[in-house]
């Protein structure tokens, strides 16, 4: 196969073997918690919380009751839990209601009792909780501000544990003295449960000294008073008693999702290679990188002899420059696309694994190299668009978008790069 729709298949093909291998009800098998002597209660968040939540109960076989909170339009059908849907990226009104809804779920809990969590990617933004004395709007403040630094996840996430009552573990220890168990998507580089959805049931150890570094390393403008707020922050202590009885499982994970993708190419033929599963950086930049690999294995047959697919995952970070239009996906495809401008038999995909990229409805784009060429022939120019942000309107203008719609689970960034 060798014309460009038969490629975008491949790649495609690819794409649905990494969700597949991220089916929560897949990956919830084997892994739940002996029944207890008092009530299942669920919580959690995350734009795939409630396709998870489902799972959870069709496997349970036992009464249970709970709330969830996902993303506008992710919500799915369950029969006992109740689901919530809130904004994301930036917090609304409908997300401080579901964090204490989540509040309400835990309280007044015995040591009989058993609290599912069920956290997923993007459960920061869906539960604000500001420390007392805070808004919501001084939460969205943060959250625009966190999301322009261009800093990665784990910076982001050290900076919203201090300025949260949910965040940190907080969530786990308003259950005390119940046992939590919490079952954990990883959409971050490395799978570290506390910082996926910044650990609402899962405490670490980083504190205000990590969030202040944060800030200053990545130049986040934030008024007096919330910086004092944070350098204040009490932090939960991952030792303390009333985390004694929790338990953490990470059931999905981006390393999970790539090695099925390489195992579905190997089986069409096509070697594979993984670079990595916690790939961070600037998009642009980690696009410049990939694109290099590429060139290298057309030309020169090195480091990976062709064909081959070179497959990676993590989170990249994109610094608004613009008004534009997009994520990070679609802003590394536009500068993958402009580094092998006019090179043939290089083609890629790059998508969030949840189904949506930033701003838009697309989860990522395609491009090979007259992706370039063709942006330019209808009458845009890529590099300014790439200096503006507005991917999203460069691949919509050659019809190179990637909109698989909502995936019901979140396993971070997915590339795949087929060199002929």
């Not at 694109?291 to 993590?314: D, M, T, Y």
């Not at 590099?383 to 019809?399: E, P, Q, T, V």
Request: aromatic share 4%.
């Amino acid at each position: 196969m060798t014309n460009s729709q038969d490629t975008r298949d491949i790649l495609t093909r690819l794409f649905d073997e990494a969700i597949r291998a991220a089916d929560p009800k897949a990956a919830l098998v084997g892994h739940l918690p002996p029944k207890p002597a008092g009530k299942v209660v669920v919580v959690g968040a995350g734009k795939g919380v409630a396709q998870v939540a489902a799972a959870f109960e069709d496997l349970w076989g036992g009464p249970v009751e709970g709330t969830v909170v996902t993303r506008y339009g992710y919500a799915a059908e369950t029969r006992r839990v109740t689901v919530l849907e809130a904004s994301h990226p930036v917090p609304d009104a409908a997300g401080a209601s579901a964090a204490e809804a989540l509040f309400d779920r835990v309280s007044g809990l015995t040591e009989d009792d058993l609290v599912i969590a069920l956290i997923t990617g993007g459960g920061s933004a869906l539960l604000p909780a500001p420390p007392e004395g805070f808004t919501l709007a001084d939460e969205q403040a943060l959250n625009e501000a966190l999301l322009a630094s261009g800093a990665p996840i784990s910076a982001m996430n050290a900076v919203r544990k201090c300025f949260s009552r949910i965040k940190g573990g907080r969530l786990a220890a308003a259950a005390h003295p119940a046992k939590v168990v919490s079952f954990v998507v990883s959409d971050v580089p490395g799978d570290d449960p506390a910082q996926v959805a910044s650990g609402p049931t899962v405490p670490d150890r980083s504190g205000p000294l990590e969030a202040l570094a944060a800030i200053r390393s990545y130049g986040i403008d934030l008024p007096e008073r919330m910086l004092a707020a944070i350098e204040a922050a009490p932090v939960p202590d991952p030792e303390d008693p009333v985390f004694a009885r929790s338990e953490v499982k990470v059931i999905a994970s981006a390393a999970r999702s790539l090695e099925a993708a390489a195992q579905v190419a190997r089986d069409m033929g096509l070697p594979a290679v993984i670079l990595s599963d916690a790939i961070e950086g600037e998009a642009r930049d980690v696009a410049r990188v990939h694109a290099a690999i590429a060139r290298e294995v057309q030309s020169k047959n090195r480091p990976f002899e062709k064909p081959v697919v070179i497959l990676s995952g993590g989170e990249t970070t994109v610094t608004l420059r613009g008004r534009g239009k997009g994520g990070r996906n679609t802003e590394f495809l536009l500068s993958f696309a402009l580094a092998i401008d006019g090179c043939e038999g290089i083609f890629a995909l790059a998508a969030d694994t949840d189904g949506i990229d930033g701003s838009e409805d697309n989860a990522g784009a395609f491009a090979d190299g007259t992706t370039a060429a063709r942006i330019r022939d209808a009458g845009r120019d890529p590099g300014d668009m790439l200096a503006r942000n507005d991917a999203f309107s460069a691949f919509a203008a050659i019809d190179g978008l990637f909109s698989p719609g909502p995936t019901g689970t979140n396993v971070n960034d997915f590339r795949a790069i087929l060199v002929r």
